[in-house]
């Protein structure tokens, strides 16, 4: 599960990546805020699959997936 008191991190990091990918800013915050939720109250691979529907949807490109899931992973709580 993701660290929520770090959320506003993992969403300045997150940022960046979903818009070099294309993802035009008004569409970005809604997006990662989806992202961040699901990762948050269910769990990262959840996220995870959820941005693989966007992939597929090709809301964001590929080249994505990896730095998404490097930032998720850095903000990861592990109990």
Known sequence: MLNEGRRTEL????REIVLEAGVSEKLAE???ASLAAKGARESVSNAMEFLDSKID??????????????VMRRFTKIR
Do not use: Q, T, V
């Not at 969403?11 to 997150?14: D, S």
């Not at 949807?57 to 490097?70: L, Q």
């Open 11 to 14: 969403l300045y990091f997150m």
């Open 30 to 32: 809604p997006f990662m």
């Open 57 to 70: 949807e090709g809301f964001i490109s590929e080249d994505a997936r990896d730095p998404i899931r490097k």
